[in-house]
């Protein structure tokens, strides 16, 4: 079975040090692995994903993630934090095959930004 | 192109009510998945439809909840005899094919509150 660990439910940074949110997935085939972000109230919108074409992925707004295989990790960085990244987000491992393609996420984690 | 509508975005219901939320996919969009985000946890996955079938919902409780995706028109959620447990965010995505390489997009949710 595949499951998703996000290692710290909150993460606080000063705006302009660099963010690092941490995953480790599980899975027993090639995994696709996706990160979504949620502002308050709103639904999750995709940063980026990794579906095996490169292991170091970029996505919107300066995040990127790095796939390694040998730790089962995906974490996302970015290299200077803005007040605007305060959010909570979501790491996702995509069900394994063709068939269905439910999302399994992590529990989350916040983001605080500071001034 | 309107991205994943849902409505209501807020509901209120009694205990014993029933609920009906809607989610209409991006246009194009015939794969349809529905989360749920309790208070302070990650999404989890409750059901996946395609157009009249639904084919995988392994994350439905047994009782009282229900899912359709007619050909015409939106998906519904069903709840039926709600009680306060079912208090949380339902977030409807959407994907134009199946399958792990395509992403999910993701509506703004429907609060529901069971009072």
């Known amino acids: 079975a595949q499951s998703v660990t996000q290692l710290g439910s909150h993460v606080s940074v000063s705006e302009g040090a660099l963010v690092l949110l941490r995953c480790n997935y599980s899975?027993?085939?090639?995994?696709?692995l996706f990160w979504y972000v949620q502002y308050p109230n709103q639904g999750l919108q995709l940063l980026l994903k990794y579906t095996s074409a490169a292991t170091l992925v970029k996505g919107i707004n300066g995040f990127e993630a790095e796939f390694k295989k040998s730790e089962t990790s995906f974490h996302l960085t970015k290299p200077s934090a803005h007040m605007s990244d305060a959010a909570e987000y979501f790491c996702?491992?995509?069900?394994?095959?063709?068939?269905?393609?439910?999302?399994?996420f992590g529990q989350g984690t916040e983001l605080s930004v500071k001034p | 192109n309107a991205g994943v509508m849902q409505n209501p975005r807020h509901l209120v219901r009694r205990r014993g009510q029933e609920a009906r939320l809607r989610c209409s996919p991006m246009k194009g969009h015939s794969h349809v998945y529905w989360y749920r985000q309790l208070p302070e946890e990650g999404l989890k996955f409750m059901v996946y439809?395609?157009?009249?079938?639904?084919?995988?919902e392994s994350g439905m409780p047994k009782e009282r909840f229900s899912a359709e995706f007619p050909k015409e028109g939106p998906s519904i959620l069903r709840i039926q005899q709600v009680v306060r447990g079912d208090s949380a965010a339902y977030f409807c995505?959407?994907?134009?094919?199946?399958?792990?390489?395509?992403?999910?997009?993701f509506g703004p949710g429907t609060r529901l509150t069971v009072t």
């Open positions: 996702a491992v995509k069900n394994g095959g063709n068939q269905g393609g439910k999302l399994i």
């Open positions: 439809l395609q157009k009249e079938n639904i084919i995988d």
């Open positions: 995505a959407s994907s134009p094919k199946q399958g792990n390489f395509y992403e999910q997009y």
């Open positions: 899975s027993s085939v090639p995994p696709y």
